[in-house]
């Protein structure tokens, strides 16, 4: 089926004012066929009349996301990432899902996704207590049924926590081996799921479902592991995530591990041989400058997740040094434990804001083009679809939001740009397409029965609260003991800082 859009404005980069029109743009399959004027389309497309007061935009891309926690948000209070991990997904029998539990908690992030124009996500997703096929299976099947475009990978780790984390021999003996456990699952098993994952769901959906893989972060896995996973990622042309130095704790790590031999994160990852182009570098706060020339060597993206960076209090990343070193960025929301919402623009105002206070000259501050070149630009580089994601062109993926001009936050037109980064929070969008499907209309999604999913999870995850409140009670007799590693690292003197100085 074909789509024509009529008399729209479109939202182009490269003009002065970062918008062209008003112009027709026809969508034929799931490609944007021709820009121009006076398109025609075949009889049975259809019109959608933009009426010279609506505006086309590339569809947002959220480059970072877990979405096993989205029916926990607003469950767990501020607290630094070792903290707070022990509350967010406690080690407890109980809490592992079902799949319809697996589907519905995943279809409640699409869902808030496509509402506000969000057309694809890189979902690093940690199935506690492991990947097992049947519950991969339900978080695929609920990216395909509500039409987003999804990367998926499993984010599980394969190291005990005495591992991860440094200053462990400080703590009690009953501590020290209650971190000694094993994981749940060791890394062949992992590789199984992946495999499972790769065969059953990589380019499923007329190829709207992807796979990824994770190593969740270098700390958290075997090199061997790490290696593994990067052959993977190289021979199915795969993004790979790495959560690296978002914690001042991570930064320790350096001296306090052994098995860095003073080596960051980065420089230990790098020194392997993985870090490459496809790899994305997730957070990358505590990073100093031979992290960011890494990096930039390397030819990785960084995913910038400044609201979660915010409400676990990590710190702000230097964002003017990795442009200056031509590092791509891309824009995550987290978890949405972590940032409460599933909203990239929301994402993308904070980003725009937070740098403001890094005692830079305000010339140095991001723009509202550079946000914005992050969102889409970056977020494509992040997925590896460059070419096909993130512009509005002929030949590229139709992925689409429709804004409405005539609202509050473009009252009156003055900068799209500025408008569109520090004005706009999702409510306007009045459409949403995804490879050529219109899958959200009028702010709700018309790919799902949206109202009965919502029931359903609603008595779901109100029957399962009890189970995840007494997992976390019997997670907080472990609070000292992560509270002393945190206090530690906090102590402890790296060389540079990336909190706001009190």
């Given at each position: 089926m074909s789509v024509l859009f009529r008399h729209v404005w479109v939202y182009d980069a490269d003009a002065p004012t970062a918008m062209s029109g008003p112009v027709d743009v026809l969508v034929t399959g799931d490609r944007i066929a021709a820009l121009g004027?006076?398109?025609?389309?075949?009889?049975?497309?259809?019109?959608?009349?933009?009426?010279?007061?609506?505006?086309?935009?590339?569809?947002l891309i959220n480059a970072h996301f877990h979405s096993p926690a989205n029916h926990l948000k607003g469950s767990v209070r501020s607290l630094p990432l070792e903290l707070f991990m022990l509350y967010e997904s406690p080690s407890d029998p109980a809490l592992a899902p079902t799949p319809r539990e697996a589907y519905l908690r995943t279809m409640l992030?699409?869902?808030?996704?496509?509402?506000?124009?969000?057309?694809?996500v890189q979902d690093d997703a940690f199935l506690m207590p492991f990947p097992d096929p049947d519950i991969v299976d339900a978080v695929a099947m609920a990216y395909r049924d509500s039409g987003i475009r999804a990367f998926l990978a499993l984010d599980q780790p394969e190291l005990t926590e005495a591992e991860k984390l440094p200053f462990v021999d400080e703590l009690d003996d009953a501590t020290r081996r209650a971190f000694g456990a094993p994981a749940p699952a060791p890394a062949a098993r992992l590789l199984e799921a992946y495999d499972h994952l790769i065969g059953t769901w990589h380019g499923a959906a007329e190829d709207r479902i992807r796979a990824a893989v994770s190593i969740s972060a270098p700390q958290r896995v075997s090199l061997e592991y790490f290696a593994a996973l990067d052959d993977l990622a190289q021979r199915h042309g795969l993004p790979m995530y790495a959560h690296m130095l978002e914690t001042k704790v991570q930064r320790t790590l350096m001296t306090e591990q052994p098995r860095f031999a003073g080596r960051s994160l980065v420089g230990y990852t790098a020194a392997a041989g993985l870090l490459g182009p496809h790899t994305n570098v997730i957070h990358a706060v505590w990073v100093d400058d031979a992290d960011l020339d890494a990096i930039a060597d390397a030819g990785s993206t960084v995913v910038h997740n400044p609201v979660s960076n915010l409400r676990l209090g990590s710190g702000v990343l230097p964002w003017r040094a990795m442009l200056d070193r031509g590092i791509p960025v891309a824009l995550g929301t987290d978890e949405a434990i972590c940032d409460d919402s599933v909203n990239?623009?929301?994402?993308?105002?904070?980003?725009?804001?937070?740098?403001?206070?890094?005692?830079?000259?305000?010339?140095?501050?991001?723009?509202?083009?550079?946000?914005?070149?992050?969102?889409?630009?970056?977020?494509?580089?992040?997925?590896?679809?460059?070419?096909?994601?993130?512009?509005?062109?002929?030949?590229?993926?139709?992925?689409?939001?429709?804004?409405?001009?005539?609202?509050?936050?473009?009252?009156?037109?003055?900068?799209?740009?500025?408008?569109?980064?520090?004005?706009?929070?999702?409510?306007?969008?009045?459409?949403?397409?995804?490879?050529?499907?219109?899958?959200?209309?009028?702010?709700?999604?018309?790919?799902?029965?949206?109202?009965?999913?919502?029931?359903?999870?609603?008595?779901?995850?109100?029957?399962?609260?009890?189970?995840?409140?007494?997992?976390?009670?019997?997670?907080?007799a472990l609070m000292p003991a992560y509270q002393h590693v945190v206090r530690r690292a906090a102590a402890t003197d790296v060389g540079f800082s990336r909190w706001l100085v009190p």
């Open positions: 004027a006076d398109l025609v389309a075949e009889p049975e497309a259809r019109i959608v009349e933009g009426g010279g007061r609506h505006l086309l935009l590339p569809g992030g699409a869902v808030e996704m496509l509402q506000r124009g969000i057309t694809c990239v623009w929301t994402v993308a105002k904070t980003a725009g804001l937070i740098h403001n206070v890094a005692g830079l000259d305000s010339d140095d501050w991001p723009s509202a083009a550079e946000v914005l070149t992050a969102l889409w630009s970056g977020g494509a580089r992040a997925t590896r679809r460059p070419d096909d994601l993130g512009a509005i062109a002929p030949g590229r993926l139709a992925d689409l939001a429709l804004v409405d001009l005539h609202s509050i936050a473009f009252t009156p037109l003055n900068d799209v740009r500025e408008q569109l980064v520090h004005c706009e929070d999702g409510r306007d969008v009045v459409m949403t397409m995804v490879a050529g499907r219109v899958v959200a209309e009028g702010g709700h999604v018309t790919s799902v029965d949206e109202t009965a999913l919502l029931d359903e999870a609603r008595e779901l995850f109100a029957a399962k609260l009890p189970a995840i409140q007494a997992a976390r009670g019997e997670a907080a």
